[in-house]
């Protein structure tokens, strides 16, 4: 692989940021943490990314509305919501916003990397 | 008339309980008895010689003598007034005998009935909650306080009166004069309604038949309960778990998450000890994650959030589905679990993925409370009215002070098994909430030490079943035959696997290794289902489905979408009929490959209504549409009709001349504007002779009558009917 896979991830809980970071970083993703959905639309203009993990309740702006932006600013970029809201009307909402997965917290780590692991897979090898 | 002695008259009229005083011209009293001496509580010498005019509580009353003086003038004629003397109610009887040129003034006492009925209007009138009784007929004939205040009307206004005629919101008079068909029920019945959409104002409405001890209908009590406080406390409630929920979730997840990664290693080895105690924080925060869940769930189908879907529900089918999901459960502790029932059980009315629920809750009870090799048994029965099933397991029992309590929220029986077994306390109040709200009841018995049954009962709809079995002689079919698959995903090996697994259950089967190619099979073949896979390159999942959804020849294909990304949630919300994640289960593909091509025959089915209190031509209607394509509900009522017309939607109903009591045409207005039936065809049969009825009927738009000296005449209407209705011709 000639470079590292780069995800960026947004998440206002500092223990949980930790958490994802750790847990990709261990499968050998480059992981660039930010706290809130302004600052991961931010993030995006600064260097190009490969997936972007989105909590949904955070300062600034949300994850939904950060979501509706990513896909406007970069079409076809994987988005994955990590939220503590699992109500169906909230899944719904986060797939109607773009999102390709959604992920229920409280999650394993495997399952994280798992799911992580599938849609990087396939979006890579579309672009070989 | 002999003339009686004046002695014997006197004794005659002391015995008497009413009070009798006789006055000349004069108004002077000359006689007066015991009863009116005690009434007036004067003693009779004092009374006799008196002037009327005199008599001390006499003197205040006006209308007295005007009553007296009334008398005189219309010899002959009583008069009768009420008065309010020496502290007590009286009616007063008054007539002048011209012959003895004397009043005669009889006297009763009415106080104690006064009382008593002063008594029940105060009782009334202080009651809390409004108070509405209506007559037979519906007509109002009491109205307290409380319900003057809550539907800001008068009693005066509306005694008399419908509550039809009553000036209130429509919505609210709609749920107050309630279902015409419920008119003499003698079902207490409860619902709600909303007084004043602005100020929120919640209404509770109980209504109760009242009956004499003829058993005579006297009409109905309906009792209003302003709940707004009740609801907005509730809905603040519910608000509160929510969000709750949602906050405990995030420090869940860092607990949670950090625990995981050190016990998969994922942090440096750690050694046996600290593997255990890892072990219980994770089993323990596990357990906190199910009961936020259970919370929630709970809380929104006690909010009236949950709606309950109400389709028909083939409770073979349900019961199969659980057994097969807890089967590697029970294996997993070596028990057996046997399976009693008949051949096909009744149709229930309901949401099935709760039905389903509520099984898969008890019996993985069951399954977690039996020991290891122990037997668990599933029975299932059915009469006219209901279908029972039990659950039983072979565990430790349950006590009696304990089975009274377990249904309730939080209520975990306390012991060594039920603390290592784990769970929230909440599934059985859940179970309940559910089974009630399908019209059904659960109840457990259990013995100590041998184990528990628990039972649960749902409303059926009728004795006869969708007909989704094969038809006789064709039992060794396999149940692909005739249908075909389209299989659709861009690794071969996958294909292969699900083709090979179609194959052997008789299905046709075609391939496409792309979105673009699955499109092209979609339009050219029309295949009875599509499996499809969501993660494939050029065209993906998602498309595919977005394009045969706009296609009308292709959009009524059910998809299952099979990938590993998926889950429940997505899978509707991106319009899948039903979901398999990888690794495939092969049974669970067999299983909902056959179970969505029996759904979607269904949903082609012909639904027929017959409405017959004899259930003789119902049997014959049956056995004349012995086939798949047609589907027939008895309803011995018009009123269970409406309730089951409501849910399955007919496209024909046959009703029964005799049932229509005269009265055709309000009884198929009844049934037209009921959800459900407005479209259906409805046919009158009658075994009378038609002419003579028709002037009686009046029949609306599109429906038929028809003398029949056979079934095979309803038969044929029926078909009439439903190639004119254009039904039979979308049928394959």
């Known amino acids: 692989m000639a470079s590292k896979i780069r995800i960026l991830v947004a998440e206002d809980e500092q223990d949980i940021g930790r958490l994802v970071k750790y847990t990709l970083e261990r499968q050998g993703y480059d992981v660039h943490l930010v706290g809130d959905g302004q600052a991961a639309v931010d993030a995006l203009e600064r260097g190009p990314f490969d997936l972007v993990l989105l909590d949904v309740m955070m300062p600034v702006m949300d994850g939904y509305a950060a979501a509706g932006k990513i896909s406007d600013l970069e079409p076809g970029l994987p988005i994955v919501m990590l939220s503590a809201k699992a109500q169906k009307v909230e899944v719904e909402k986060g797939y109607s916003v773009g999102a390709l997965e959604y992920i229920c917290k409280p999650f394993n780590p495997r399952e994280l990397v798992e799911k992580v692991g599938v849609i990087i897979d396939r979006t890579r090898g579309r672009k070989d | 008339m002999a003339r009686l002695n004046r002695r014997v008259a006197e004794w005659i009229l002391s015995t008497i309980g009413e009070g009798v005083l006789v006055a000349d011209l004069a108004e002077k009293i000359v006689f007066a008895n015991d009863a009116a001496?005690?009434?007036?509580?004067?003693?009779?010498?004092?009374?006799?010689?008196?002037?009327?005019?005199?008599?001390?509580?006499?003197?205040?009353?006006?209308?007295?003598?005007?009553?007296?003086?009334?008398?005189?003038?219309?010899?002959?004629?009583?008069r009768v007034q009420t008065a309010r003397i020496a502290g007590k109610a009286l009616v007063l009887n008054c007539r002048y005998v011209v012959e003895s040129k004397c009043l005669v003034i009889t006297i009763r006492d009415i106080t104690d009935l006064v009382k008593t009925s002063e008594r029940v209007e105060a009782v009334l009138a202080s009651t809390a909650d409004g108070l509405l009784v209506l007559d037979e007929a519906g007509r109002t004939t009491h109205l307290n306080r409380a319900a003057e205040t809550i539907l800001n009307v008068t009693e005066r206004d509306a005694l008399g009166k419908t509550v039809g005629e009553l000036h209130i919101r429509e919505e609210l008079a709609d749920v107050l004069a309630g279902d015409e068909g419920l008119f003499k029920s003698e079902q207490r019945t409860e619902e709600e309604a909303t007084v004043d959409e602005e100020t929120e104002k919640y209404l509770k409405i109980v209504t109760t038949p009242v009956?004499?001890?003829?058993?005579?209908?006297?009409?109905?009590?309906?009792?209003?309960?302003?709940?707004?406080?009740?609801?907005?406390?509730?809905?603040?409630?519910?608000?509160?778990?929510?969000?709750?929920?949602?906050?405990?979730?995030?420090?869940?997840?860092?607990?949670?998450?950090y625990v995981d990664l050190m016990l998969e290693g994922d942090a440096g080895d750690i050694g046996d000890i600290q593997r255990d105690f890892l072990k219980i924080v994770k089993q323990n925060s596990d357990r906190l994650v199910g009961l936020i869940n259970d919370l929630l769930d709970l809380s929104r189908i006690e909010s009236g959030r949950v709606q309950l879907r109400k389709d028909p529900v083939n409770l073979d089918e349900a019961i199969d589905d659980v057994l097969v999901t807890s089967r590697t459960l029970a294996e997993e502790k070596k028990q057996v679990i046997t399976l009693v029932k008949p051949e096909s059980l009744?149709?229930?009315?309901?949401?099935?993925?709760?039905?389903?629920?509520?099984?898969?809750?008890?019996?993985?009870?069951?399954?977690?409370?039996?020991?290891?090799?122990?037997?668990?048994?599933?029975?299932?029965?059915?009469?006219?009215?209901?279908?029972?099933?039990?659950?039983?397991?072979?565990?430790?029992?349950?006590?009696?002070?304990?089975?009274?309590?377990?249904?309730?929220?939080?209520?975990?029986?306390?012991?060594?098994?039920?603390?290592?077994?784990?769970?929230?306390?909440?599934?059985?109040?859940?179970?309940?909430?559910?089974?009630?709200?399908?019209?059904?009841?659960?109840?457990?018995?259990?013995?100590?030490g041998k184990g528990s049954?628990?039972?649960?009962?749902?409303?059926?709809?009728?004795?006869?079943?969708?007909?989704?079995?094969?038809?006789?002689?064709?039992?060794?079919e396999l149940p692909g035959a005739g249908r075909t698959v389209l299989v659709v995903d861009d690794e071969p090996d996958i294909v292969r696997l699900v083709q090979l697994q179609l194959d052997k259950d008789g299905y046709r089967v075609l391939t496409a290794l792309s979105g673009e190619e699955a499109l092209d099979i979609a339009k050219r073949e029309r295949p009875d289902i599509i499996t499809l896979d969501i993660l494939m390159e050029g065209i993906n999942g998602f498309e595919v489905i977005r394009r045969l959804d706009e296609d009308p020849e292709t959009t009524s294909i059910p998809v299952i979408i099979v990938s590993i990304i998926c889950d429940e949630e997505q899978c509707y919300s991106f319009g899948g009929a039903s979901y398999l994640t990888k690794p495939i289960d092969r049974e669970k593909l067999s299983l909902t490959v056959k179970r969505?091509?029996?759904?979607?025959?269904?949903?082609?089915?012909?639904?027929?209504?017959?409405?017959?209190?004899?259930?003789?031509i119902t049997g014959l209607i049956e056995e004349a549409f012995q086939t798949k394509e047609y589907a027939v509900y008895p309803a011995?009522?018009?009123?269970?009709?409406?309730?089951?017309?409501?849910?399955?939607?007919?496209?024909?109903?046959?009703?029964?001349?005799?049932?229509?009591?005269?009265?055709?045409?309000?009884?198929i207005e009844r049934l037209r504007t009921c959800g459900g039936m407005s479209e259906a065809q409805i046919i009158m049969f009658t075994e009378y002779d038609a002419e003579k009825l028709a002037d009686r009927m009046v029949v609306t738009d599109g429906d038929d009558r028809c003398s029949v000296a056979s079934v095979d005449a309803i038969a044929r209407k029926i078909d009439e009917v439903l190639e004119k209705a254009g039904v039979r011709g979308e049928q394959d």
Request: net charge neutral; with cysteine; hydrophobic share 40%.
């Open chain 2, 37 to 78: 001496a005690a009434i007036l509580k004067t003693p009779k010498t004092a009374l006799i010689g008196q002037c009327l005019r005199n008599l001390p509580d006499f003197a205040t009353q006006e209308l007295t003598f005007e009553t007296i003086e009334r008398a005189v003038e219309r010899p002959g004629e009583r």
């Open chain 2, 211 to 257: 009956f004499d001890r003829q058993n005579t209908f006297l009409g109905h009590i309906k009792m209003l309960r302003d709940v707004t406080a009740e609801k907005r406390v509730e809905r603040m409630k519910n608000e509160f778990i929510s969000t709750v929920s949602h906050e405990l979730r995030t420090p869940l997840t860092s607990i949670k998450g």
């Open chain 2, 346 to 448: 009744p149709i229930v009315i309901g949401d099935s993925d709760r039905i389903t629920q509520v099984l898969m809750n008890l019996l993985s009870n069951a399954i977690k409370y039996t020991p290891e090799e122990g037997t668990i048994g599933i029975t299932a029965v059915a009469d006219k009215r209901f279908v029972k099933i039990s659950v039983s397991d072979t565990g430790i029992g349950i006590s009696p002070i304990d089975q009274v309590k377990l249904f309730e929220k939080f209520y975990r029986v306390d012991n060594s098994l039920t603390r290592e077994v784990g769970g929230t306390g909440l599934g059985l109040s859940i179970v309940k909430t559910l089974v009630r709200m399908h019209g059904g009841d659960i109840w457990v018995e259990s013995e100590a």
């Open chain 2, 453 to 476: 049954t628990f039972t649960f009962t749902l409303p059926a709809v009728g004795k006869v079943s969708l007909k989704s079995k094969e038809e006789p002689g064709t039992e060794e």
């Open chain 2, 596 to 616: 969505l091509i029996e759904k979607r025959d269904k949903e082609r089915q012909v639904f027929i209504l017959v409405i017959d209190d004899e259930n003789g």
């Open chain 2, 636 to 667: 011995r009522s018009v009123d269970e009709a409406i309730s089951v017309g409501s849910t399955i939607k007919p496209n024909v109903i046959v009703l029964d001349a005799k049932m229509a009591a005269g009265d055709s045409h309000r009884i």
